[in-house]
Nanobody
Framework: QVQLVESGGGSVQAGGSLRLSCLASGYTISRRPMGWFRQAPGKEREGVAGRDRFGATYYAESVKGRFTISADNAENSLYLQMNSLKPEDTAMYYC?????????????????????WGQGTQVTVSS
């Protein structure tokens, strides 16, 4: 079965950087779109960045220019490089994969299009 394990979260000051990793098992990441999502306390889960199986990417406006999603097929892993972090980026971050072979660009960051989720990794940004 599909398993996703995130790592790399932590506490940083505003302006700092973190790199999140998501190790996948039970399937090959190159065959399906994948995405990064986050959920802050009291808020709904929101899409941050998505990547289709051809490498095309899509970002939420709030992170565009600061975050970069990438993948290493040999490692079967997905990454999220987060730069210029802000306090409002504080949240639990999740990676996820979809049962679909492809998604439209905007659907790459729609939580409803994904059915397999990791346990999450906490990111805390202090001012």
């Amino acid at each position: 079965q599909v398993q996703l394990v995130e790592s790399g979260g932590g506490s940083v000051q505003a302006g700092g950087s973190l790199r999140l990793s998501c190790l996948a098992s039970g399937y090959t990441i190159s065959r399906r779109p994948m995405g990064w999502f986050r959920q802050a306390p009291g808020k709904e889960r929101e899409g941050v960045a998505g990547r289709d199986r051809f490498g095309a990417t899509y970002y939420a406006e709030s992170v565009k220019g600061r975050f970069t999603i990438s993948a290493d097929n040999a490692e079967n892993s997905l990454y999220l490089q987060m730069n210029s972090l802000k306090p409002e980026d504080t949240a639990m971050y999740y990676c996820a994969t979809t049962p679909y072979d492809s998604l439209s660009y905007s659907d790459l960051i729609q939580p409803s299009q994904y059915d397999s989720w990791g346990q999450g990794t906490q990111v805390t940004v202090s001012s």
